[in-house]
């Protein structure tokens, strides 16, 4: 606020001293110079009745001869004064409006309510920094879920287009150098209400300068970064940074793993979307036969790398490979664009083809060359802008890939359900078949409407209940809480994915498995099942029903006859 006050007095100053000098004058001139009473006598303005005229005469709101008819020495001097001080008065005016229009008051006027609207937030918020296509669907997934954010972009236009956003919850928003220390101290980094900092800007040294600040300035904010550089990666984990998100090594993992686990992709893809969606069909991508990479970059390289650890046949089509580096295996050089490059890379005999450039429609033409030479190749496609959208649906290929969606869903899911990010992760070292079994049972789940996916925590309300239940030998368990409470023989249509105690979790635990204050259990099922297991968790009484079979009197009348009767 002090900033803004010396702009406004240092770029006022020429304005406010011509108004004071020329009402100075005007008002000494008018108390200096007589007037004549009607019997020739003489009398003098005083100080205030000179003011008080000088006010409203030179801002012609108003004229009056006050406090008695002016002599015409004075109705001269009025005259110069009329002229003067309106002068002076359009002269400031004018300043006033230019000041208004100065980019730099301007500018300071956005900080000082950007600031103001941070330090009223009084609940736990990330900043977001970088609006791009991953910070923006980011930054919606957050406010969906009742989760604040406040956004730091140097692109003025992306600010303008938060602003337009039809968000579910305020989000404070700057165009600012994300680079400078000031900027993010002015965006809350050190407020304690600040849980997190994510650079997602599409420059590796920005996201690098982020991560670094934010570690040295609010060590204990959690610090999530886009990266897909190796070498900036291995920079920003060596000072601590939580988690570094690399698009091209996810992909590529993706691929990897639909390739040897197709049930797992299918099952982690609905997984990922944390809203509720029917699950997707498996995509079966072919393990054996010959793949063709076009573009050699970061993102085929990561391909590459994969695919031939597994055993799989590779040939990349890449038209600078002096720049991009050779591939250890068979290079064609081309764009992939023309029917004889991929003729040259043998596309009759492949089973699939990636196109993998960093340029949206040497992308499409590859897929669309590539499915007139040969129909039955399995496609894989990376779009680059989401403005492009309609044209990579159109093209319909098997798997279309968007880093910036990427980085966002992986993201997304860390923040919104962290149980989650732990139950992929073990997932992971699951064999293909125990992924295809627990997808059936989740289909079944389904019954024409889409499962739903939540995270619930025993609350201290069960703690007492649970007590006196153990006491009598009636320890609740996993089995009592998936009863439905109308009729605890019938089960509710959920699945527990996982149970944590601690450090310790567990991924498709035994129903048997007892419960405790402070258990998070990962759920999915229908959404009525939710809400009967929060009503569970939450009522003692029937808490008390589920586990023993015993339904007891819940009003003070029937609690009194139950007395009676007994």
């Known amino acids: 606020m002090d900033s803004v006050i010396f702009l406004i007095l240092r770029r006022m100053r020429a304005p406010l001293l011509t108004l004071i ?37 030179s801002t012609t709101i108003g004229f009056g001869e006050l406090p008695e008819a002016f002599s015409d020495a004075q109705r001269i001097w ?23 229009q100065d980019k730099a008051l301007r500018r300071t006027m956005e900080e000082h309510r950007f600031a103001g609207h941070v330090r009223r937030i009084k ?38 287009l938060l602003k337009l956003e039809s968000l579910q919850e305020f989000v404070p928003a700057l165009r600012a150098d994300v680079r400078r220390p000031d900027s993010l101290l002015l965006a809350g980094l050190r407020s304690p209400y600040c849980a997190g900092v994510l650079a997602l800007t599409s420059s590796n040294e920005v996201n690098l300068k982020v991560a670094l600040a934010a570690k040295l300035m609010h060590p204990d904010a959690k610090v999530i970064c886009r990266a897909d550089s190796h070498d900036v990666e291995a920079n920003m984990a060596s000072f601590g940074t939580d988690h570094i998100y690399d698009p091209f090594d996810i992909f590529a993992r993706y691929l990897s793993t639909a390739i040897d686990s197709p049930c797992l992709t299918s099952l982690q893809d609905w997984l990922g979307q944390l809203h509720s969606s ?40 890449e038209m ?19 029917a004889v490059t991929l003729e040259q890379a043998d596309i009759h005999r492949a089973v699939g083809i990636i196109a993998g450039t960093d340029n949206d429609a040497n992308n499409l033409s590859i897929i669309m060359t590539a499915k007139e030479l040969n129909p039955n190749l399995f496609t894989v496609v990376r779009e680059n802008q989401l403005m492009n959208e309609e044209l990579f649906r159109a093209v319909d290929a098997d798997i279309l890939m968007h880093p910036s969606l990427i980085v966002a869903q992986r993201i997304r899911i860390l923040l919104s359900a962290p149980l989650l990010t732990e139950f992929v992760s073990q997932a992971d070292r699951e064999p293909d078949s125990w992924s295809c079994e627990l997808f059936s049972r989740i289909v079944a789940l389904a019954d024409e409407r889409p499962p739903i996916l939540w995270e619930l925590k025993v609350g201290e309300t069960f703690g007492p209940v649970a ?24 089960p509710l249509a959920a699945i527990c994915l996982m149970h944590t105690r601690g450090s310790h979790c567990c991924v498709l635990p035994d129903l048997s498995q007892r419960l ?12 009525e099942a939710r809400d009967w297991m929060q009503w569970t968790l939450n009522n003692p009484d029937v808490l008390t029903y589920v586990v023993t079979g015993v339904s007891l009197p819940r009003g003070s009348l029937w609690r009194w006859l139950q007395r009676r009767q007994s």
């Open 320 to 338: 600078e490979p002096e720049r991009t580096g050779l591939p250890p295996g068979a290079l064609i050089k081309g764009r992939g664009t023309e």
């Open 278 to 317: 029917m699950l997707p069909e498996p995509i079966y991508p072919p393990a054996e036969g010959l793949w063709i990479i076009c573009g050699y970059g970061r993102f085929g390289k990561a391909l590459y790398s994969q695919l031939a650890a597994q055993g799989v046949e590779l040939i990349v089509v």
């Open 21 to 57: 000098v020329l009402y100075s004058v005007a008002i000494i001139g008018l108390v200096l110079i007589p007037g004549q009473h009607p019997d020739g006598s003489r009398w003098h303005l005083s100080i205030f009745h000179a003011f008080y005229f000088v006010s409203y005469m």
């Open 123 to 160: 609940e736990d918020f990330y900043l977001v920094c970088g609006y791009g296509q991953t910070g923006s669907g980011l930054v919606r997934a957050l406010t969906e879920r009742s989760q604040r954010a406040v956004v730091l972009d140097n692109n003025p236009e992306r600010i303008d």
């Open 516 to 527: 405790r204050v402070g258990d998070q259990l990962l759920l999915c099922g229908r959404p």
């Open 78 to 100: 009025v005259t110069v004064c009329i002229y003067a001080t309106v002068t002076g008065w359009l002269y400031s005016v004018g300043s006033m409006i230019a000041l208004l």
């Open 467 to 490: 007590n006196q239940l153990t006491g009598q030998g009636q320890e609740p368990s996993l089995q009592d809480l998936i009863r439905d409470p109308r009729n605890r023989d019938d």
